[in-house]
């Protein structure tokens, strides 16, 4: 059997490899009856001697090829050069498999795997078997998103207990991050318990929420909202989840991610122009996107110097930490021009 995995959800894909490992491995021997190569450079020639070895002592082997379609491409011929393989594939034994995988770059906008030759001669053959793990959407209509009914089905075959408000405040926290979702969901299993995961655990332990309150208070910031961002501000400070000096550090480092983010929209560039500039994917990318569509770079430049501003403040001894970032909340909402008109 040969088995093509590939698309840019590199999670699924390596879940979906690991689960044909475990169907594979009844005796306990499959490990040593593996064999893992890189498509780069690899031969047919060399394919084939490793798919048509014989298992040694065990019930199967296994190959796995990484980044063969990938590095093949859409070269004319590639079929031709590779039919030896092709030819081998409905003779080879039972008890072998054949595994590509293939993951694309997140910044490789033209997909060499599906326009690759060599995968559409591959699934006119009987024992193959192509699966497409694209990146599941964090939006639905009339229902819970792709990337919630994951989790949701993930924790039932798990037999985790969660309620549906934590399940939606992992996602909008995680986004389509499946990996990061995935080790959330057993870190707050073992924190719960038998009891059921309530949306105030994920709240208390996930990473991102704090994150997630940074982008709040930068939102009242660009939006003109002081008090809005001085009640942010507070319950902060009185939870004790961030010290002032660490909120100031952080804030600044989402104004100059903002300043990215502005600029590149400003030239007319996308999401993904964006992606490779900050490095924010998922639920960042997200709030960075729209922060940067509600607001101007002038604006984000001027509350950036603001920051500086009252950094040099706290240093130099003339004002507290906690009072300095007060002033300079109510100074950056200051700043936020208003009515404008968010980019599309």
């Known amino acids: 059997m040969l088995h093509v995995l590939y698309g840019p959800d590199e999670f699924r894909a390596s879940e979906a490899l690991r689960e044909i490992r475990a169907s594979l491995n009844g005796d306990g021997s499959l490990a040593s009856n593996t064999s893992t190569l890189t498509g780069r450079g690899l031969t047919p020639q060399e394919l084939l001697q490793h798919a048509s070895a014989m298992p040694f002592l065990a019930e199967a082997r296994l190959v796995v090829v990484e980044g063969l379609l990938t590095a093949l491409g859409a070269r004319r011929g590639v079929e031709t050069a590779w039919q030896p393989f092709l030819d081998f594939l409905p003779q080879m034994p039972e008890t072998n498999h054949v ?11 033209d997909d060499p795997v599906t326009k690759s030759p060599l995968l559409a001669a591959l699934k006119a053959l009987p024992n ?6 694209d990146e599941l959407k964090m939006w639905a209509r009339g229902g819970p998103s792709e990337v919630a009914q994951w989790l949701q089905d993930r924790a039932v075959k798990a037999g985790v207990s969660i309620e549906p408000a934590a399940i939606e405040a992992l996602a909008n926290l995680m986004g389509a991050n499946l990996r990061g979702l995935a080790t959330e969901l057993e870190k707050l299993q073992t924190y719960a318990g038998p009891r059921t995961i309530t949306a105030a655990d994920v709240r208390l332990l996930t990473p991102h929420s704090r994150e997630e309150s940074i982008f709040e208070l930068v939102d009242a910031i660009v939006e003109g909202h002081a008090s809005n961002g001085l009640r942010l501000l507070r319950r902060m400070l009185d939870d004790k989840s961030e010290t002032p000096g660490h909120v100031q550090i952080l804030v600044a480092r989402q104004l100059r991610q903002l300043i990215r983010a502005t600029e590149i929209l400003e030239r007319g560039g996308s999401p993904d122009d964006v992606t490779a500039a900050t490095k924010a994917r998922g639920f960042p990318l997200t709030k960075l996107m729209r922060q940067a569509r509600a607001t101007q770079r002038p604006t984000v430049e001027a509350a950036l110097r603001a920051m500086e501003e009252s950094d040099y403040a706290v240093k130099t001894g003339r004002l507290e930490e906690e009072l ?21």
Not at 101 to 109: L, M
């Open 128 to 133: 193959v078997k192509v699966q497409r793990f």
């Open 99 to 109: 595994v590509m995988i293939e993951v694309p770059k997140r910044d490789d906008r």
């Open 324 to 344: 300095a970032l007060e002033l300079v909340i109510v100074r950056l909402a200051s700043l936020a021009p208003r009515n404008a008109r968010p980019r599309r």
